[in-house]
DNA sequence: CTGAAAGCGCTTACAG
DNA sequence: CTGAAAGCGCTTACAG
């Protein structure tokens, strides 16, 4: 039954290959091949060796080996995703979860298996060691704040497959990406501030440096000058997360702050410094201040507010991405391999006019 | 640079192959793999030998093709993951997402990718389809309520190394898992109740008959047994999720009925119909009634109560089934395949003794 | 209509 | 210490 081996190579488990088929139906193993291939290419085949092959196949059970198929036909109907970062977050409220929502719908709908690449524990994320085996899917997804440039640009070089969750320019026009548009966004949530008559705002952001925060610093900056305020009248405060008090607040509400615009990021820290102050100063939104998020808040819990701000369609740019990469994958005609799409404006109940009492 | 490719074979990208350090190097293709892999088996390989090799490797850029070291090695470090529905549930709250985590986790550890089989939309779940591509990975991880026996029953003939989420004896004591033990915690839940004053229970469970379901009910059963109730005391009623409404719930506690016992599955049919009719009817517990789960509420929405009922170790049991698995792969001597954690009770509030108010 | 042959990129006995 | 060769299981020109 099972072939004795007494060469080098192989698993030679107990499954049958082409080569069994071939010898129970008397056929060679390309004759197998073609049958089992759904015969394209219009290859005319003689109905009884057809049948004869189909029957051994089933006989047998025969299963394809899709390593070998991918070995030679050179697709694998794999699609890599890449996070940088687990990609099950711990916390299930994690931002990165609507994206993946997107990519597995469409994954499934586009016919692709997905690959997650795991950063082993021993290595740090983003290493040589895992982005060693990205190759092995037909494409791959990256979602994360930062780009490798060096390592992207040798795929990019390659013509290996891929696309960014996120803008990302810093490849130039090289690295194909479906990013959100953070910038009309932004200035949009400015502008609305301004209309129910806040003179005097803040933006609160964090310390990295990634598009998606220079972005949404651009928009408020266009908003703040659409709106025709003063520089300083709209000012850019970064943040560690600890360093905002109670205290701290106060005293911007004293020197005649109305609003505060914090940055959305996967881990919120902008929000969350804010929100923690405020409730420790008893300070509440929107009637002490008003409080706009640059995004939307992706943890649902009952009980927290529904802040202002504007939604990122999130699963859609999942979609967007699979079917791009899909396109790049089957070497489709190019087309725009830079993707923009829209937000949605949340109206949320964080924001109102400016509190009356003026110091 | 990119050699004229004139045969029928292969992607051949751009990019470098052991064949072409080989050449740079002045060695053969078989040097260049020993070196490569870090010449395990003790072959020595003189070092000048050893650094032009590298050399090559580095200035060329080469990356290993998992796919060929797989067909011939064997191997390729990956995991598959079935799950039978989408991985990534559109329900964020979803009760496979624990297991999920613990999956990756454990599979970052060992080192090992993993592949999320998707269930293209157009083939039903469980699918042939679907199930032949299993074998690219390693091994398999299944997470579901049932078992396509003639599948699994194909794989375990063949030797493919595969671990089941959850207790499953459909196929005796070939197929390995991971599960919970169901029986215990529920029966103890039955205890507590039975403690605390109540000699009426009711325990409602969805239709679908699954290992899960089967063992919850035969603990139910236990626990009534330990408490020496007659059977009458301790009906079992199943649910389709429209059967229950206000005054059906009304009716049973007319009949004297003073805890209502839920099974908790991925749906949550059971417990969400009692507690929206509970709602509807105005009902509270444990004041008017009782109730428990037989399981834990994955969703932490803010606002819910804490259910009576026990934890199921999911991320645990998501890592101990990694490390089956991996053991599985790498042809561990055998140890026990099929394994049984244990749940931890939890108090919650929604639990307490029988209302005064007797009719 | 069918088969012999080459090749995908790698690993592993085997023979110098 | 190094290389020629076979093989993993499949696909695809090419030649009957």
Not at 74 to 99: E, K
Not at 224 to 235: F, T, V
Not at 252 to 258: P, Q, V
Not at 264 to 274: F, G, R, S, V, W
Request: hydrophobic share 40%.
């Amino acid at each position: 039954m099972s072939p004795g081996r007494k060469s080098a190579a192989g698993p030679r488990t107990g499954r049958p290959r082409q080569a069994d088929i071939a010898r129970l139906a008397g056929v060679s193993q390309t004759t197998v091949s073609l049958v089992l291939n759904g015969n394209k290419a219009g290859i005319a085949i003689a109905d009884d060796t057809r049948e004869r092959v189909l029957s051994a196949a089933t006989s047998l059970g025969y299963v394809p080996d899709p390593i070998a198929r991918r070995l030679s036909h050179g697709q694998n109907n794999i699609l890599g995703l890449y996070t940088f970062t687990a990609t099950f977050p711990t916390n299930v409220q994690h931002s990165y979860y609507p994206f993946l929502v997107g990519v597995e719908e469409e994954a499934a709908h586009q016919g692709y298996d997905l690959l997650l690449f795991t950063s082993s524990s021993t290595s740090e994320a983003g290493s040589q060691d895992v982005l060693n085996r990205i190759r092995l899917a037909d494409g791959c997804l990256f979602l994360g704040r930062h780009v490798p440039e060096e390592t992207m640009s040798r795929f990019l070089d390659d013509g290996y497959p891929l696309v960014y969750i996120g803008r990302h320019d810093e490849l130039g026009t090289r690295l194909p990406y479906v990013g959100a548009d953070y910038v009309s966004a932004s200035a949009e949530v400015v502008s609305r501030l301004v209309e129910l008559g806040h003179r005097r705002l803040i933006y609160v952001r964090e310390n990295d440096d990634a598009p998606a925060s220079m972005d949404r610093e651009a928009g408020f900056r266009a908003g703040r000058i659409g709106a025709k305020l003063r520089p300083q009248a709209a000012q850019v405060v970064r943040t560690d997360g600890a360093d905002i008090d109670p205290d701290r607040l106060r005293g911007w509400l004293a020197d005649g702050i109305t609003a505060i615009v914090a940055e959305e990021t996967d881990t919120d820290i902008a929000l969350n410094a804010i929100e923690s102050a405020a409730r420790a100063a008893r300070l509440r939104y929107p009637d002490d201040f008003s409080l706009a998020l640059l995004g939307n808040r992706v943890d649902r819990s009952a009980g927290l507010p529904v802040l202002s701000g504007f939604s990122v369609p999130r699963r859609e740019m999942g979609r967007t991405a699979v079917r791009s990469l899909a396109g790049l994958v089957a070497g489709e005609p190019h087309q725009e391999n830079r993707k923009i799409v829209a937000c949605q404006a949340i109206a949320g109940e964080t924001v109102g006019p400016p509190p009356r009492s003026k110091s």
